[in-house]
């Protein structure tokens, strides 16, 4: 928290990354990984993989997940609690190993490991390892946003004063907007982010509508923060434009981010700052939005969105578990 308040007007953060222990991943990932130069769909990569990318793309931080894509689950809920704790724990001795490099952000399933064991790997994450954030994917393991399960864990993180996070995409029917919305409700004061803000990967007629909701239901509520990532850059630049001229607190909302290994770091954080350069050249812009109001967007505008809104988040957040545990 106190490095982030020091050097949060500079830093570069990737909001949205995943990260896997490489030495011990089960078959058939591990030998996949290292047999096979050529990318995959969801090619896990190590801390020093992403530590490398990083430094090639002048990304100071990255908040780090475990990625799904390598955590293999069966049909005994105990064994599904330890493959997971173990894809958790590999964050938090990252954390330690690098510091200054990474945000750990733990993740939870309360299909696969039932309602129980998934509060008692939220419980861990915060209370143990200290993170603030605990995620749920509810499209890639096929369970409604919304659910009772889901709910009740949601309510769960929240108490433990950490902040709920979902995989929120157009990419399956299992992430509505209605269905962030109706959580967003629970707790209007307290925040929950939505990764991907609509986009996942979906087709272009699905991910239109989603992107749509997703902009709208962020100006409806305040308590929603958004990661932009794995969604069409075209869409990416309409919220952020959407946003500023909405004006605080919603131009606060919206980080930027990559999805590394399923998005390319160097790629993303290189558009971002084309982007950028190209909205605070308001004057030359293409969006009438952006020609009527020039100063719209500033380096200290472009850096909200690159660094500084997400590090401010995580500073209230740490700062609310500190006076929760302390």
């Not at 990354?17 to 490489?22: A, E, P, R």
């Not at 096979?36 to 430094?55: F, R, V």
């Not at 990474?102 to 861990?124: R, Y």
Request: hydrophobic share 35%; proline share 5%.
């Amino acid at each position: 928290m106190q490095f982030l308040k020091r050097k949060k007007n500079k830093l570069v953060i990737d909001a949205d990354t995943h990260i896997s222990n490489v030495d011990y991943l089960a078959e058939p990932y591990r030998s996949r990984y290292y047999e096979t130069d050529n990318y995959y769909h969801g090619k896990p990569i190590s801390a020093e993989d992403l530590l490398a990318e990083m430094k090639m793309a002048g990304v100071d931080m990255s908040l780090v997940w475990q990625n799904t894509a390598v955590t293999p689950y069966g049909n005994d809920r105990k064994v599904n609690f330890k493959t997971l704790l173990s894809a958790d724990r590999y964050l938090f001795e990252m954390d330690l190993k690098y510091p200054g490099k990474f945000i750990p952000g733990g993740w939870t399933d309360p299909k696969n490991l039932g309602v129980d064991l998934a509060i008692k790997m939220a419980e861990i994450c915060v209370k143990e390892f200290g993170f603030l954030f605990v995620k749920m994917n509810p499209a890639q393991n096929e369970y409604p946003i919304d659910s009772d399960s889901v709910v009740t864990v949601f309510k769960k993180i929240v108490e433990l004063g950490a902040i709920p996070a979902f995989h929120f995409g157009s990419d399956t029917p299992f992430t509505p907007a209605e269905g962030l919305e109706k959580l967003a409700l629970l707790h209007t004061e307290h925040p929950v982010v939505g990764i991907h803000m609509g986009g996942g990967g979906p087709s272009y007629m699905d991910g239109e509508e989603h992107y749509n909701k997703a902009r709208e239901l962020g100006l409806r509520h305040p308590n929603i923060k958004f990661i932009e990532s794995a969604k069409r850059d075209t869409h990416i630049e309409s919220d952020l434009i959407t946003y500023q001229l909405a004006g605080e607190p919603f131009s606060r909302n919206i980080c930027c981010a990559s999805d590394a290994p399923y998005g390319r770091q160097t790629w993303n954080f290189g558009g971002y700052r084309a982007m950028f350069k190209s909205l605070i050249d308001g004057a030359n812009h293409t969006d009438k939005r952006v020609q009527n109001n020039p100063n719209l967007f500033t380096e200290e505008v472009a850096q909200n969105f690159m660094g500084r809104n997400f590090a401010e988040m995580v500073i209230e957040g740490y700062e609310r578990l500190l006076d929760k545990y302390n």
